[in-house]
T-cell receptor
Framework: NAGVTQTPKFQVLKTGQSMTLQCAQD?????MYWYRQDPGMGLRLIYYSASEGTTDKGEVPNGYNVSRLNKREFSLRLESAAPSQTSVYFC?????????????FGPGTRLLVL | GDSVTQMEGPVTLSEEAFLTINCTYTATGYPSLFWYVQYPGEGLQLLLK?????DKGSNKGFEATYRKETTSFHLEKGSVQVSDSAVYFC??????????????FGQGTILTVHP
């Protein structure tokens, strides 16, 4: 049982390049989330997927797209990376009906946009 | 909107020292309060929580008391160990009678404990 896994662990991009951050969970959870963490700020919600086939915007969705590929996988895409998207990205998942604070978090992807 | 403010880090302590990490919040109503811990290379884990005023959350020797009068939820441990070195996040979930409310996180405090 690996929990929540994220790939890659670290990535460097040039401005304007695109990339997809991958997230997978093996706990049969319904809901999945993408957060970003910036220095001096807490985690902020980018997008979430309450269940397979649905996605919704969080606090800071601009510049991102998501895909809930199946129940296990929830990817985050940057179509044209900008330096302002330099951050640490966390994926999380939770079983529906359980308190939100018990989300399981992945180890994070550190992204640097030059 | 809701917000959470943590003390600036990093915090560096010797083993067996007393730890306090301050956390204050701004929210309407009566939010639930949490502390998360992130060990190196791992995701955030829920450490403890308190859901109403004067509640004390505790886990692994850590404690925090929900103080409505001072809007605070300070994390304490009487004797830290090297293995406690991690990043600690204070967070709240908005009030409203639902478990699904938005989570608001503080900026995190890095703790390093030396032998």
């Amino acid at each position: 049982n690996a929990g929540v896994t994220q790939t890659p662990k670290f990535q460097v991009l040039k401005t304007g390049q695109s990339m997809t951050l991958q997230c997978a969970q093996d706990m049969n959870h319904n809901s999945m989330y993408w957060y970003r963490q910036d220095p001096g700020m807490g985690l902020r919600l980018i997008y979430y997927s309450a269940s397979e086939g649905t996605t919704d915007k969080g606090e800071v969705p601009n510049g991102y797209n998501v895909s809930r590929l199946n129940k296990r996988e929830f990817s985050l895409r940057l179509e044209s990376a900008a330096p302002s998207q330099t951050s640490v990205y966390f994926c999380a998942s939770i079983r529906s009906g359980t308190p939100k604070e018990t989300q399981y978090f992945g180890p994070g992807t550190r992204l640097l946009v030059l | 909107g809701d917000s959470v403010t943590q003390m600036e880090g990093p915090v560096t302590l010797s083993e067996e020292a007393f730890l306090t990490i301050n956390c204050t919040y701004t929210a309407t109503g009566y939010p639930s309060l949490f502390w998360y811990v992130q060990y190196p290379g791992e995701g955030l884990q829920l450490l403890l929580k308190a859901t109403k005023a004067d509640d004390k959350g505790s886990n692994k020797g850590f404690e925090a008391t929900y103080r409505k009068e001072t809007t605070s939820f300070h994390l304490e441990k009487g004797s830290v160990q090297v293995s406690d070195s991690a990043v600690y996040f204070c967070a709240l979930r908005e009030a409203g009678g639902t478990s699904y409310g938005k989570l608001t996180f503080g900026q995190g405090t890095i703790l390093t404990v030396h032998p």
